[in-house]
Each structure stands twice: as structure tokens, then as C-alpha cells.
């Protein structure tokens, strides 16, 4: 499964985007669907997953009530809603999966295929 983000940019602090995350070979609807981030300079770290049939939403602390993780399975998309955006979420923004329908945690040993990231920058 090759996975591809769009949708990433820059804002001003306040802010909102919305990022995809399309799959191709295999449908991403067979999947949970992870969304990390990094900053320069930063590890790797998770943001939210959503589980396969979107029982199961996790977010990070830092972005609880700000971010919003949907997927449509008819269109075979997972997006990342992210509002009232801040400077510390610039980073590049990439979508995963662990191979299974449930989410699991966000070590990144588990996740073996990657989309190539897309940017995020916030600042004034």
C-alpha cells in the first residue's frame, strides 16, 4: 500500500487546514490509519489514528479538541482536520499504517509503510 498526503501549507496562528491521506494498490479502507508529525529537529511523534470501521479516535494531548480525524470509505480517504492551528504544529505531516484494522501505539517500529509528508507551517 503506497500512501500519499495533500492539503498541508501555511497559516497564520488561528488557523485551519485539512490534510488527506489516499491510498493506492490496496484500498486504505482495509486499515487503521495513523497520522504523525515532525518537527525540525524533532522525533517522529504520533497525532491521532482512527481505526478501520472509525470506532476507535486517539489524539495526542497536544492536539485534543483542536485536530479532527474522519475517514470516507467510499472515497477512500482518511483527513485531518486542524484548527486554531499554532507555530508549534509546523512540522511535516505524514499518514501510516501498522497493518490492522485497530489502532495500535505510536512506535514507529510498528508502522512500515509511509507517505512521503506533506508541510505545515504556522506563523505571523
Known amino acids: 500500500l503506497t500512501l500519499v498526503e495533500s492539503g498541508g501549507g501555511s497559516v497564520q496562528p488561528g488557523g485551519s487546514l485539512t490534510l488527506s491521506c489516499t491510498g493506492s494498490?490496496?484500498?486504505?479502507?482495509?486499515?487503521?490509519i495513523s497520522w504523525f508529525r515532525q518537527a525540525p529537529g524533532k522525533e517522529r511523534e504520533g497525532v491521532s489514528c482512527i481505526s478501520k470501521d472509525g470506532g476507535t479516535i486517539n489524539y495526542a494531548n497536544s492536539v485534543k479538541g483542536r485536530f479532527t480525524i474522519v475517514r470516507d470509505n467510499a472515497k477512500d480517504t482518511v483527513y485531518l482536520q486542524m484548527n486554531n492551528l499554532k507555530p508549534e504544529d509546523t512540522a511535516v505531516y505524514y499518514c501510516?499504517?501498522?497493518?490492522?484494522?485497530?489502532?495500535?501505539?505510536?512506535?514507529?517500529?510498528?508502522?512500515?509503510?509511509w507517505g512521503q509528508g506533506t508541510q505545515v507551517t504556522v506563523s505571523s
Open positions: 501510516a499504517h501498522s497493518g490492522g484494522p485497530e489502532c495500535e501505539s505510536y512506535n514507529l517500529n510498528l508502522y512500515d509503510s
Open positions: 494498490l490496496i484500498p486504505l479502507n482495509y486499515y487503521a
